[in-house]
């Protein structure tokens, strides 16, 4: 009997250890459903700031191999980018007319690997990449309705005639389909349509197949860690919900223009696992700005709040909130007006990201406001300002709007408007930073230590206001210029002194300092390089026509520093009479102004009324001749740069060295080569590009 009984004790203790193995081999594959089940939309608290990595056109500015070149200081202030559908779409695309899913990633920013390395670079940076989804739509191969058969993995993913909506460009595609043989699905949209291609029919267990795939391919396989859907209306908001549930996705944000209720039932219908750009928040600071009342950033717009607002939902929508003051959609581009804010957008990002939500600050407004948004997300990451943050409207007026929002941190007071310098705040507040139009002021319990200029390059001696934010009216700070954390002893000034940052790298640190103890230490990193200031030189941007026979040349024109907009604001822009012979070969002849190192002239040129046209021509801040091709891409024609053919220009800096004069293209000498701006110049009777 005590046999017995020990094989069974035995037998059991077997039992157990097999359960045991059992639930150890299945608890995994339970968390992955689990989490695939728990898409969150967007974390809680979130503290992050975005950048939209792009704007309109933005081809050679935006490329893959530039992006990743700048990750290093990106990564100091920015959380996530944004970067815009990345897969080939036939031809010079932004990527909203989507062709390729799985197998072209040569776009019009850069090859699959570039972007590889961007993410990765991205990543070690401390950069989440989000990915622009397009999947209302989509561009067709060769005829109204075929699409791309791609092999992915083994796999072979394809989309067909019936994945078409129904209804898709107002019954035209049917139309079409039904006399040449093909079928659409029984299905209309779901969503709004819109012409110019194919609307997909998401009821489609092919085509809700194909998008998992291509959004598992995004996350797991390109390195992407998030999306922004594009063109959410245009589908029910119920496919968004499986799709992210399917890839669960960090992070998650859907173009839905429209009303706050709108936005508010496309989250819904997300099962929350999505946020959405908060366009009412843009509406708003838009119309404030451009009607010149700044009390309308505490009102409603039209009957609508902004997701942030606690008017909505009672505050339960700022986590899904993504503010903005402006995009590629609304920004002012040179063949459309668009929408834009008209003036203020430094002061429009300093009430952008003072404020709760998770504030995307636009490419161009970075680019020309650098240093100053910096300081401002200094400012909200000192003060721990999260998507789900209290804010407060605490005064406004036609001329002012000041409002306060409470971070895990502390408080930031945060005033625009045309008087938010001379505007004094009730209570106990530093002012820490101010600009044209906005000023930041801190709560004085934060007891920290605080310098405005923010890190990074500068050219010339720069000045930084160092400032004590304490509750003690006798604090000081005190400060070192060489890295080594400052103590009692190091040079000591009083609250609101400015101190000079010398050419060359600098660590700035300093301490708040009250009796003999330092706290609240805050550091910055200068570089500093002594520059000559930009001397602007004209170009003149030369075209034959004689492979294609056209009579007459249209120059459309923008990019740059915004002044290369043509004289005729609408398309194809300026018609251009002048010409001049050189080489034995007429060309077409317009002049532009290089105003900055930074600055450059895009180009289409076109004959008739704009049609045929060329492709884009991108980035041109030199005198250059091109030849129009009788080759084509997209339809339109490719163009020969035959500059050093035709002037035998060398594309090389002068050398400082050779003590021959040196002329501009006046005919006047110049002062030595080693001071000498870029541009054209002549010597030796040759002509050079100085760089």
């Keep these: 009997m005590k046999q017995t009984n020990l094989n069974v004790k035995k037998m059991m203790k077997r039992l157990i250890l097999l359960f045991l193995a059992f639930i150890a081999l299945i608890t995994p594959i339970f968390n992955r459903q689990s989490t695939a089940r728990a898409a969150e939309g967007w974390p809680s608290n979130y503290g992050g700031v975005m950048l939209q990595g792009f704007y309109w056109d933005s081809f050679d500015a935006t490329k893959w191999t530039n992006l990743q070149g700048q990750a290093a200081e990106l990564g100091q202030y920015f959380d996530l980018v944004w970067l815009p559908q990345s897969a080939n ?19 019009s920013f850069g090859n ?22 397009v999947i209302n739509h989509r561009k067709n191969v060769s005829n109204w309705v075929d699409f791309p ?71 797991n396989d390109l390195g992407y860690v998030g999306f922004r859907y594009d063109m959410v209306k245009g589908y029910a908001g ?14 998650s944000v859907g173009e839905c223009w429209d009303g706050t209720n709108t936005i508010k039932n496309w989250i819904d219908a997300t099962g929350k696992t999505s946020a959405a750009f908060d366009f009412q928040f843009r509406y708003t600071v838009r119309n404030a700005i451009n009607s010149n009342d700044w009390s309308r950033l505490g009102k409603q717009n039209d009957g609508n709040w902004p997701l942030i607002s606690t008017n909505v939902g009672s505050g339960a929508y700022k ?49 020309a406001h650098k240093q100053a948004i910096k300081a401002m997300i200094d400012v909200r990451k000192a003060v721990g300002i999260h998507n789900e943050s209290v804010s407060l409207n605490t005064a406004s007026a036609q001329s002012y709007y000041a409002v306060r929002t409470t971070g895990t941190k502390g408080i930031l007071l945060c005033v625009v408007g045309p008087e938010a310098k001379s505007y004094t705040p009730n209570g106990q507040w530093v002012k820490v930073l101010e600009g044209y139009k906005y000023a930041y002021y801190l709560s004085p319990s934060m007891e920290t230590a605080w310098a405005d200029l923010a890190s990074g390059d500068y050219d010339q001696v720069q000045s930084v206001t160092l400032t004590a934010v304490s509750q003690d009216a006798n604090a000081q700070v005190v400060y070192t210029l060489d890295g080594s954390t400052p103590t009692a002893s190091s040079t000591r000034v009083k609250s609101g002194t400015t101190v000079s940052i010398p050419v060359g790298n600098t660590t700035l640190k300093v301490g708040l300092l009250i009796g003999n103890v330092v706290s609240g230490i805050v550091t910055r990193q200068y570089n500093i390089q ?18 294609v026979g056209w009579s007459m040349v249209n ?17 194809p822009g300026d018609a251009v009479n002048y010409k001049v012979t050189v080489g034995g070969k007429q060309w077409f002849r317009s002049a532009y102004t290089i105003h900055s190192e930074s600055d450059y002239v895009n180009f289409v040129f076109s004959t008739n009324t704009g049609s045929p046209q060329t492709v884009d021509i991108n980035n041109i801040r030199e005198e250059t001749y091109f030849e129009i091709s009788t080759a084509m891409d997209g339809g339109k024609y490719l163009v020969n740069d035959l500059t050093k053919e035709v002037t035998a220009i060398d594309r090389v800096a002068l050398s400082p060295t050779d003590d021959t ?8 000498k110049m002062q030595p080569s080693s001071t000498l701006p870029k541009g054209i110049y002549i010597r030796g009777g040759k002509k050079y590009v100085h760089q």
């Design 555 to 571: 120059f459309w024109t923008w990019g740059g520093d915004g002044s290369h907009a043509p004289k005729n604001a609408t398309w």
């Design 319 to 367: 986590r899904y909130a993504v503010t903005f003051v402006e995009n590629h959609d609304t920004e002012k581009r040179s063949n459309a007006a668009q929408d834009p804010i008209r003036k203020d957008t430094l002061a429009a990002n300093a009430y952008l990201l003072a404020m709760p939500g998770t504030p995307c600050v636009f490419l161009t407004h970075w680019l």
């Design 238 to 251: 119920s496919y968004t919900k499986m799709y992210n549930e399917s890839a669960n996705p960090t992070y």
């Design 89 to 107: 779409c036939g031809g010079t695309s932004m990527g909203y007319d989507d062709l390729y899913w799985f197998t072209n990633y040569n776009s």
């Design 530 to 547: 002594e520059k000559a200031p930009f001397d602007p030189y004209q170009i003149n941007v030369f075209v034959n026509t004689d492979k």
């Design 661 to 668: 004069p040196v002329y501009n293209l006046q005919g006047q």
């Design 112 to 133: 699959e690997q570039e972007l590889r390395d961007l993410i990765q670079a991205f990543k070690q940076n401390g950069i989440g990449t989000i990915a622009d989804v």
């Design 149 to 219: 058969r791609e092999t992915y993995k083994g796999v072979t993913y394809e989309l067909k005639s019936t994945d078409i909506c129904a209804n898709d460009d107002g019954g035209k595609t049917k139309q079409w389909a039904t006399s040449n043989g093909y079928s659409l699905s029984a299905n209309n949209d779901t969503g709004e349509g819109w012409d110019g291609m194919r609307d997909l029919d998401h009821t489609s267990a092919n085509v809700q197949n194909n998008v998992k795939a291509y959004l598992d391919m995004l996350l």
